[in-house]
């Protein structure tokens, strides 16, 4: 399945279109590498997702064509949320 369209089914974006430019910014990175929006996922792989100050660590568990808003959270596992804001000091 093309990286877009998990992004979509697994609800971590609510748009595909949104999670193509988002491929297309260099803010979706599989396996270290930056994804384009055709990248193919599967099983196992590790997906780095950069949503303006933060940046989302997951694990791909499962892989579908499409799924219900109960079962989308069983597609990834979040293993960690970063969050980048700077503080302004004065």
């Known amino acids: 399945m093309r990286i877009d369209k ?6 971590l974006v609510k ?8 491929c297309e910014d260099g803010d979706v990175l599989l396996n270290g590498k930056v994804a384009k929006a055709m990248t193919e996922v599967k099983e196992g792989d590790s997906l780095i997702l950069i949503l303006g100050n933060r940046k989302i660590h ?3 568990r499962e892989v579908r064509p499409y799924a219900k808003k109960e079962e989308a959270s069983e597609m990834v ?3 960690m ?3 980048e804001r700077k503080e302004n000091s004065l």
């Open 81 to 83: 949320i970063e969050d």
């Open 15 to 22: 748009r595909r279109e949104v999670a193509k430019e988002l």
């Open 6 to 11: 998990f992004l979509k089914v697994s609800r």
């Open 77 to 79: 596992e979040i293993t």
């Open 58 to 60: 997951a694990l791909i």
